[in-house]
């Protein structure tokens, strides 16, 4: 398998692809083809275990990987996760499934990928016959930064420095990176918010002088962030996984279409359930949920996408989002993989902060996805209610998802001619990363001690709470540089050991 770039560069290896992060032309990779799934092999999926299903379904895209080194790595990833299954799929009374994707050393879904990328970088790299240290380099709004920094610290020939927004994450956010313990790991706030950390990270790795100034250093920059394919393939795994659970548990019948609401920022994990369907899973409609930064819902109404708003601070941080830098992967598939076109599109949400598609783009688009948002009192009313009646607590993220399928249902039930298919929504975050929140949603009460929130809120759900946050509680903050945007480089390069 090649992958190409989305704003025209050459055909690369998966291995390339993987290592370099982002393309020369600032584009994002994409699979030269999407590799197919017939319905023999997802049948054989099913009788599998996570780890296999997943090393069966990055082997059609990493085929130079060796394939049982590949399910060893995975097996080892998986394993710090809490529980037999790293992405359980739970009934829910009210007809709905929820995919749990919180289990692992971060309790939130990007340990999914970044338990794994370390592996397919470092093999990558030995592929390529690449010796310099590696630079993983991460702008994060909360739950990325932590993922990367777990995955790679004390790993040998990487390190790893991310960006967060000083006040755009939540303080159990906040608080996990900042304790982050490892030889190579470095974190710096920056006064902003996720959109300037993220423009800022996308100009270090468009900026030659920048790549060069690493590469005299010994130093070769990558990414972390799910512009790199080697974040987004393994994402694809658990959509998979969930249909052969439902299938497994005689849910649905073999080829019935299954819808999946996803809580969406920047448009990673959604865009992985899109591949999937173009891999043959059957999948019905995506539900792209947001918050009130509601950009996408917007993008999906109109045709227009428009970033030039004000971005709000919400109880669902890792949301609040304005640039969804994953829908540039959709664009190209829409537009018939048109790069001269995605990279004009780019340029214009460059300049202005916008962009627009043509009429027949967009009734592509609403063909499969469906796109909805919660406000702040939606989603306090949804993880307030959803409990009242099933007992089960969601946190900000999922409950933004949970009242968009909710909505979206509903909406259904009133149409006679409607197609309705079992719904999953993509739970992302333990409620204990975001404890105070979900106090609040569930009781009414404030409180200003993340620990006091993780505490009430076992004593009310009895929930467990995770070994790894119950670990922080103790642990001295190791991180406390704040700097401005245009700072970010001069951090980088004092972490690697120039400019002290």
């Known amino acids: 398998m090649k992958f190409i770039g989305?704003?025209?560069?050459?055909?690369?290896?998966?291995?390339?692809?993987?290592?370099?992060?982002?393309?020369?032309?600032?584009?994002?990779y994409v699979p030269e083809s999407f590799p197919a799934v017939s319905a023999e092999e997802l049948s054989a999926l099913c009788g599998m275990d996570y780890p296999e299903r997943a090393a069966f379904l990055l082997g059609k895209y990493f085929g130079e990987y060796d394939g049982e080194e590949m399910l060893a790595a995975l097996r080892e990833a998986y394993a710090q996760f809490e529980g037999d299954d790293p992405a359980p799929l739970v009934r829910m009374d009210n007809g709905m499934y929820l995919l749990e994707l919180f289990h692992g050393p971060t309790c939130a879904f990007k340990d999914m990928a970044l338990t794994v990328l370390p592996y397919?970088?470092?093999?990558?790299?030995?592929?390529?016959?690449?010796?310099?240290?590696?630079?993983?380099l991460a702008a994060t709004s909360g739950d990325t930064g932590k993922a990367a920094l777990e995955g790679f610290k004390d790993r040998e020939g990487v390190k790893v420095m991310v960006f967060y927004p000083e006040e755009g994450v939540s303080k159990m956010q906040k608080l996990q990176m900042g304790t982050t313990e490892g030889s190579n790991v470095n974190v710096v706030a920056v006064r902003g918010n996720f959109d300037d950390c993220q423009t800022g990270v996308k100009k270090i790795f468009a900026s030659a002088e920048a790549r060069d100034k690493l590469l005299e250093r010994g130093v070769r920059l990558t990414s972390a962030n799910s512009i790199n394919i080697g974040r987004l393939i393994p994402q694809i795994a658990y959509y998979f996984s969930a249909y052969c659970d439902l299938l497994t548990s005689d849910q649905i019948h073999a080829g019935e279409l299954v819808d999946f609401a996803v809580p969406t920022g920047n448009f990673g994990n959604i865009l992985a359930a899109?591949?999937?369907?173009?891999?043959?899973l059957p999948v019905g409609r995506l539900l792209c949920a947001s918050n009130r930064n509601n950009v996408l819902t917007d993008f999906f109404g109109s045709g227009s996408y428009d970033g030039k708003r004000p971005l709000f601070r919400t109880m669902s941080p890792s949301m609040d989002i304005l640039v969804s830098s994953n829908l540039e992967r959709l664009l190209f598939e829409i537009s018939g993989r048109n790069a001269a076109l995605t990279a004009e599109r780019m340029r214009s949400?460059?300049?202005?902060?916008?962009?627009?598609?043509?009429?027949?783009?967009?009734?592509?688009?609403?063909?499969?996805?469906?796109?909805?948002?919660?406000?702040?009192?939606?989603?306090?009313e949804c993880i307030y209610e959803f409990f009242e009646e099933y007992g089960y607590p969601m946190d900000t993220h999922t409950g933004v998802a949970m009242c968009v399928a909710e909505r979206f249902e509903e909406k259904l039930s009133k149409d006679p001619k409607a197609e309705k298919h079992p719904m999953v929504v993509v739970s992302t975050a333990s409620p204990y990363k975001f404890p105070q929140d979900v106090l609040y949603a569930l009781t009414g009460n404030d409180v200003k001690d993340s620990f006091k929130g993780v505490k009430r809120i076992h004593l009310l759900t009895a929930m467990k709470v995770p070994e790894s946050l119950k670990a922080i509680r103790y642990k001295p903050i190791l991180f406390?540089?704040?700097?401005?945007?245009?700072?970010?480089?001069?951090?980088?390069?004092?972490?690697?050991?120039?400019?002290?």
């Open 480 to 500: 406390k540089t704040t700097v401005p945007p245009d700072k970010m480089f001069a951090e980088v390069m004092k972490f690697v050991g120039q400019g002290n």
């Open 120 to 136: 397919l970088l470092r093999k990558g790299c030995d592929l390529l016959g690449i010796r310099e240290e590696l630079l993983v």
């Open 274 to 280: 899109y591949y999937a369907k173009r891999m043959g």
């Open 6 to 28: 989305t704003r025209g560069e050459q055909a690369v290896s998966a291995a390339e692809a993987v290592v370099r992060g982002i393309a020369e032309q600032g584009g994002l």
């Open 349 to 380: 949400l460059s300049a202005s902060g916008r962009y627009s598609v043509t009429s027949e783009e967009l009734n592509a688009l609403r063909g499969l996805f469906y796109a909805d948002f919660a406000s702040e009192d939606d989603t306090v």
